[in-house]
């Protein structure tokens, strides 16, 4: 769709191809031209994983001369992270598996709540865990064995708000095993958890940074996704209905 900031950002290109050529809002440039808002096109990345290697060796991997991304914050658990710098980060890149026993699709769920975008990177290639993650709204998915690069880019793309996918995950993407449950787009699921919650269409587009019309072209779109899979969703309660029984919101109280 012309216009539609959501491109397909996982498959055909590798980490270095994505990082001469396909910065955030599809910059052409070097490093530094790339990224979201912010000071100067700067990236600011918060990271949530129980293993002290990984949110040291992170600041190494993506914090390299020109970048545009930067670290404000590391932390064991999601509300750690929340309780401090990493509330006000464009991405958090979330382990799926952290010690404290928390449940990913909470973890993501939290995270979006907050403001930023969720980039999960994690040791776990398992057809579920990347169907659960994306299903709850995570922008991206990314495997902690790739090239330093590769996570960069993801970084930057999911920080223009594209849905990004490793490559070797892509099919996983593609696909999913149950026809009755719509697959949504990382920006989708977002759209929805703010629209069904009751948020006029105008916040969901100044929530999210896009225009009023593409917010409205994202529901529209769920709204089909539903239809199609004969759960239609005529309504904003109807909606709230989906999205509750998909996961993609909490069950009330």
Known sequence: MPGDPLADGGAGMTGADRERGAGAGGDTGGEGDAGAE??????????????????DGITGWV????????VVATATAVDEVLAGPGRRAHVVLLDLDLGDGTAPERNVAAILAAGPAVL????????AAVRAAMRAGAGGYVLKHEEAAELRAAIRAVAAGTDWVSPRLAHIFATDDAPDRPALSAQETRTLRLYATGMPIKSVARRLGISEETAKQY???V???YTAANRAAPTKVDLYHRAVEDGHLPSPP
């Open 63 to 70: 914090t390299v001369p020109e970048s545009g991304i930067r």
């Open 223 to 225: 709204r089909e996704k």
């Open 219 to 221: 529901v529209r779109r």
């Open 38 to 55: 912010g000071g100067a096109g700067r990236i600011d990345v918060a990271v949530v994983d129980d293993h002290p290697v990984i949110r």
């Open 120 to 127: 999960v990177l994690s040791a776990s290639d398992r057809p």
